[in-house]
């Protein structure tokens, strides 16, 4: 098997699935309780999950597991295989040479002071959740999937499932444009948006001028909505949150 297949196939159902199902609530409950499921067992996972013992069954089985503690083994030794590859990964990085080598128009310091405060908003935060069209959304899913790894749980949001939003929450919206984040409002009024944190990335020149307040965080970066360009700066800033976050919140525990 595959390192980290359990999480990964896990985030792919949620992530790709277009109908709010018995599975999507079975991978949503997964995700949101990552590090407290490894604790549980059978009788307490399925009393505490939303869908029933077929489907749950049915789920493994097309993972190629017969039982629940066969599952839930295979999931503990991948979370611990995951995060040893994630500590190997990071030594030796200079997060400093990533931001230098970046194109963008904030010095080094604007940069990572940014990242800085977003990472302090991911780590208070309750839930995370990201928005976008569908593929700048996945290219975060490494950062999605080491968060979870961490005990964050972070979902891509879906119209069948338009989870509100509160002050605990940040939410990460992804738009060259900019136009998303207006017309999700009013669309998804019911969502509330505006109660989480905001983080922004877009190439929209009217925020150039912006950078972080108590509400929202704005990082520009310089093209002419050129999808190419934007999809590596994308890597690279949620590289940077990777790198950040591990530094401050993960390696000193």
Do not use: W
């Not at 067992?41 to 089985?61: G, M, P, Q, R, W």
């Not at 949001?157 to 940040?170: Q, W």
């Not at 009024?189 to 929209?204: G, K, M, S, W």
């Amino acid at each position: 098997m595959n390192m980290n297949i359990l999480l990964s196939r896990i985030l792919t159902y949620l992530n790709g699935t277009l109908s709010h199902d018995a599975y999507y609530d079975l991978c949503t409950f997964m995700v949101f309780h990552y590090l407290e499921i490894q604790n549980m067992d059978e009788e307490t996972f399925l009393k505490e999950v939303h869908c029933s013992k077929d489907d749950f069954y049915a789920f493994i089985n097309m993972l190629d597991f017969d039982t629940y503690d066969d599952f839930m083994k295979e999931l503990v030794r991948l979370h611990h295989v995951r995060l040893d590859q994630i500590k190997d990964r990071m030594n030796g990085i200079d997060i400093n040479e990533l931001v230098d080598s970046m194109e963008k128009v904030y010095s080094n310091e604007e940069m990572l002071s940014f990242i800085d405060i977003i990472c302090e908003k991911l780590y208070q935060a309750k839930r995370i959740v990201i928005y976008g069209a569908l593929y700048p959304v996945s290219i975060a899913v490494e950062l999605q999937t080491d968060m979870i790894s961490f005990g964050k749980p972070f979902i891509q949001f879906h119209s069948y499932d338009p989870v509100p939003m509160n002050e605990n929450d940040v939410a990460i919206i992804i738009s060259a444009t900019g136009r998303y984040v207006n017309s999700f409002q009013k669309t998804h009024a019911d969502v509330h948006i505006e109660r989480a944190h905001q983080v922004l990335i877009t190439q929209n020149k009217k925020y150039l001028k912006t950078g972080s307040n108590e509400k929202e965080t704005i990082i520009y970066v310089p093209g002419k909505f050129d999808s190419i360009n934007f999809n590596y700066q994308i890597m690279t800033i949620c590289d940077l949150i990777r790198i950040d976050y591990y530094a401050k919140y993960v390696n000193k525990q």
